[in-house]
């Protein structure tokens, strides 16, 4: 199985500042990954598919990049609503499907 | 607007059954594949099984294999999960998505299974 490993677990960021967190998958999984947001008591939402595509109606401050085994999720100029949980996501139909995830929060 | 309300959920004892049902709107039900994910309390997301568009081709993970069935009524908009054999490690709240292409664009607002005696 291909093991999806996010870093970091966690990280505290003021609002304004630049985010980045990974996603390393454990084989090339090519660009078929995806990010979502899950804000606490909600219901994850899609982000990012295809590695960089933006899905509809997502702030143009959350970039998607990375091919093969690594990936990374920019935010630029954190808001406040932007803490949350960021889930990596490899194709589906297939166990560990989902990373673990990292939460962000604000300061 | 697309919308899916899952019901189903409560408190179950170890070994019992279970089955969620899970009802869309806003959308032809009959072309889209169907999916169902779980949340195990503060933890990670885990797919938990898939359905075609005529409920001819299932999918599940190891985890949940030959006790988990799912099932889909495309007059009726609705797909389900029934849930034998239920262990405490099924404890989460389950997710019915919906997929643009293939990635899980639409998620219902879950529905919480408790497994315990």
């Known amino acids: 199985n291909i093991v999806m490993t996010q870093s970091p677990k966690s990280m505290s960021i003021s609002v304004g500042d630049r985010v980045t967190m990974n996603c390393k998958a454990s084989q090339n999984v090519y660009n078929n990954i995806a990010w979502y947001q899950q804000k606490p008591g909600q219901s994850p939402k899609l982000l990012i598919y295809y590695a960089s595509n933006r899905y509809n109606g997502v702030p143009d401050r959350f970039t998607g990049s990375g091919y093969g085994t690594d990936f990374t999720l920019t935010i630029n100029s954190v808001q406040a609503e932007d803490a949350a949980f960021y889930y990596c996501?490899?194709?589906?139909?297939?166990?560990?499907?989902f990373g673990a995830g990292t939460k962000l929060e604000l300061k | 607007e697309v919308q899916l309300v899952e019901t189903g959920g409560g408190l179950v004892q170890p070994g019992r059954s279970l089955k969620l049902s899970c009802v869309a709107s806003?959308?032809?039900?009959?072309?889209?594949?169907m999916y169902w994910i779980r949340q195990a309390p503060g933890k990670g997301l885990e797919w938990v099984s898939s359905?075609?568009?005529?409920?001819?081709?299932?999918y599940y993970p190891d985890s949940v294999k030959g006790r988990f069935t799912i099932s889909r009524d495309n007059a009726e908009n609705t797909v389900y999960l029934q849930m034998n054999s239920l262990r405490s490690e099924d404890t989460a709240t389950y997710y019915c998505a919906r997929s643009v292409g293939v990635w899980f664009a639409y998620w219902g607002q879950g529905t919480l299974v408790t497994v315990s005696s």
């Open positions: 359905i075609n568009t005529d409920g001819g081709s299932t």
């Open positions: 996501q490899r194709i589906y139909n297939s166990p560990d499907t």
């Open positions: 806003g959308f032809t039900f009959s072309s889209y594949w």
